[in-house]
């Protein structure tokens, strides 16, 4: 087993140091703010994330992981130290700002006085690992000090992080010094998954590529969503039907108000931005990013459209996360959709089951005005008096809701599902005047089984179907 620091206590360090505590390790997880240091050391998680604050609990009392603000307390025998700390955009074009990785390099210089490899998991622009070891060689203090520099990208989601840790898909590693990789591949080795050894800059962009496939796979569906809703299908079904194609697949193929969070938006970007910057015009990257912001908009214009203005009306926003099993607020749809019906005259009623203190707390941040806004403690106030509904998150709780009671609830049964939770028919017979995303307004009844198999329809049921749908 190995001695291990993490740097930075963000989503990625945390659920990563934690889970290599979990597989044996012992590992000190190390962040420059005190406060958060202090509030961990209590237990006290600065991220909602399904399982994680037992397992830091676990770890903790097991004595394997550990939490202090002191590099030389870290890095002391430290064999593995990873860099985890985040590269917000840094300019308006996207560029990706490596402040924090810099200086993360800069304290590893000043404090290491042994050999260790330095592995980097943040998403850093291609090229940035000759940097890191750029920077700390001309740091070094101490002469027993040697490292290599290793290219660990993560791929983990919020809300399924330590699921996604502990069963990769895949183990990217690069690196100049192979050896230097296969000696992180031993720390994974438990884990079962398949390695892909390769180069520093390949494995940099191999994490840029795979985020901006499956953004473009979101905004390609979005686009045909809407080609859906103009010519009368159903885009929900038309996903299922493609799924089943091998080449295709079924995930990340729903249609809704587009992608957020705090990747996506920052590395469709960030690649952009490399791409235009080496001279290349990136048709594709940029047409993601334009279907995206449009996607939020059409909320705006289906309110409209439904409610004539939006001037006086009360609007009930459900979700404020940007998607499910997280609080993260990180380029969330729903701050985007809040200001612009403030904008138009409306005022807005909240619930969130989870981002209740960080979604107040963005709206605050985007200058919102707290006036216009009520912050409700569940769905059912949202949906008192109100004009419309918006489903901007679509949290399970949703799913199960008293439809009945939310109708009987509203000013007006104006039902804008964002996120394509419910059935346009069984609302249509609880008398809301309903609108998904890419769904026709009366769809023929659907003749596919609901669940994700490929049970064989029955006769009596395509009978059936046809003869609803002639009716
Ligand atoms: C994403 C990637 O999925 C991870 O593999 C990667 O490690 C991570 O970014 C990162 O770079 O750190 P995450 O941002 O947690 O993870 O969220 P996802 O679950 O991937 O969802 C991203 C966005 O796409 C959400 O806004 C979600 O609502 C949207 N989405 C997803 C859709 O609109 N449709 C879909 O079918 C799937």
Redesign the pocket.
């Known amino acids: 087993m190995s001695v291990i620091c993490v740097i930075g206590t963000g989503y ?1 360090g945390l659920v990563t140091g934690t889970c290599l505590a979990d597989m044996g390790n012992t590992v000190t997880c190390i962040d420059i703010i005190q406060e958060k240091i202090d509030r961990l050391k209590q237990g006290i998680l600065p991220i909602y994330e399904p399982g994680l604050e037992e397992m830091v609990e676990r770890n903790v009392q097991a004595g394997r992981l550990n939490f202090s603000t002191s590099y030389s307390e870290g890095l002391a025998d430290s064999e593995f130290i990873f860099i985890a700390v985040n590269t917000p955009t840094g300019n308006h074009q996207g560029s990706a700002d490596m402040r924090y990785v810099e200086s993360a390099a800069r304290s590893i210089a000043e404090h290491l006085d042994h050999y260790a490899i330095v592995i980097n998991k943040s ?1 850093v622009p291609v090229g940035s690992g000759d940097v890191v070891s750029r920077v700390i060689r001309n740091n070094l203090k101490n002469e027993n000090a040697g490292f290599a520099v290793v290219s660990n990208p ?5 809300g399924a992080a330590i699921r996604d840790c502990q069963n990769p898909d895949r183990i990217v590693l690069g690196s100049s010094e192979p050896e230097a990789a296969h000696k992180v591949a031993h720390l994974y080795l438990q884990l079962r998954a398949p390695f892909v050894i390769t180069d520093l800059y390949t494995a940099e962009m191999i994490k840029y590529a795979s ?1 901006a496939f ?1 953004a473009t796979k ?1 905004s390609f569906i979005n686009e045909i969503a809407q080609v859906c809703e103009r010519l009368g299908a159903d885009v929900k079904q038309v996903s299922v039907g493609m799924g089943y194609d091998k080449r295709i697949g079924h995930a ?3 249609a ?1 108000l ?7 938006p920052k ?1 469709v970007r960030a690649l952009a931005y490399m791409a235009d910057e080496a001279g290349l015009h990136p048709q594709m990257l940029h047409a993601v990013m334009d279907i995206n912001h449009d996607q939020r908009r059409l909320i705006i214009s289906k309110l409209n459209n439904l409610l004539g203005s939006l001037r006086n009306t009360t609007i009930g926003i459900l979700g404020l996360a ?2 499910p099993n997280t609080d993260d607020m990180r380029e969330a749809p729903a701050v985007d959709i809040i200001r612009w019906v403030i904008s138009q005259g409306a005022s807005v009623r909240v619930y969130d089951p989870v981002a209740k203190e960080t979604g107040r707390a963005a709206l605050e941040r985007e200058n919102i005005n707290l006036e216009h806004v009520t912050f409700c403690s569940d769905a059912y106030g949202v949906a008192d008096q109100a004009d419309a509904l918006v489903v901007v998150t679509e949290w399970n709780e949703f799913k199960s809701l008293n439809m009945q009671r939310i109708h009987d609830a509203m000013r007006r049964p104006v039902l804008v599902d964002g996120r394509n939770v419910y059935e346009p028919s069984e609302m249509d017979r609880y008398g809301f005047i309903y609108r998904g995303m890419g769904r026709a307004t009366n769809p023929a009844p659907s003749i596919l089984p609901s669940s994700d198999s490929s049970t064989e329809v029955s006769d009596e049921l395509v009978q059936e179907s046809l003869i609803a749908s002639e009716s």
Not at 154 to 158: A, D, H, K, Q, S
């Open positions: 990625v998403t993560e791929f983990l989601r919020e985020n499956l979101i990340f193929l729903d809704g587009g992608y957020g969070g705090s990747c996506f590395d940007f998607k």
